[in-house]
């Protein structure tokens, strides 16, 4: 059965970085397209960045892309998301999703969810 666990959430303080993990069980990820999400309390979930299957293509939100990276390492099924001078609005409940391929925007284009990690920037 394909599962993803997300980890690495945490309270980090205002310009500081986390690096979230998207670890695969039951499957390998070469064929599957990784998004990051995040939902804020009150907000709907919005896309944070995707990673195509073959990492040959990546896309992110235009307001996080100058913070925002997403490596991946198939060898070890495992897509992260590292995020650097972090601001108290990306506060949120991230998850990461799979998809065939390539990557998509909207979140009801992807079929396999994690549980999410929460992510709290605050002094």
């Known amino acids: 059965q394909l599962q993803l666990v997300e980890s690495g959430g945490g309270l980090v303080q205002p310009g500081g970085s986390l690096r979230l993990s998207c670890a695969a069980s039951?499957?390998?990820?070469?064929?599957?397209?990784i998004g990051w999400f995040r939902q804020a309390p009150g907000k709907e979930r919005e896309g944070v960045s995707c990673i195509s299957s073959t990492g040959g293509s990546t896309n992110y939100a235009d307001s996080l892309k100058a913070r925002f990276t997403i490596p991946r390492d198939n060898a070890k099924s495992t897509v992260y998301l590292q995020m650097n001078s972090l601001k108290p609005e990306d506060t949120a409940v991230y998850y990461c999703?799979?998809?065939?391929?390539?990557?998509?925007?909207?979140?009801?284009?992807?079929?396999?969810w994690g549980q999410g990690t929460q992510v709290t920037v605050s002094s």
């Open positions: 999703a799979a998809r065939g391929y390539v990557c998509r925007g909207s979140p009801s284009e992807y079929g396999n």
């Open positions: 039951g499957f390998t990820l070469d064929n599957y397209a």
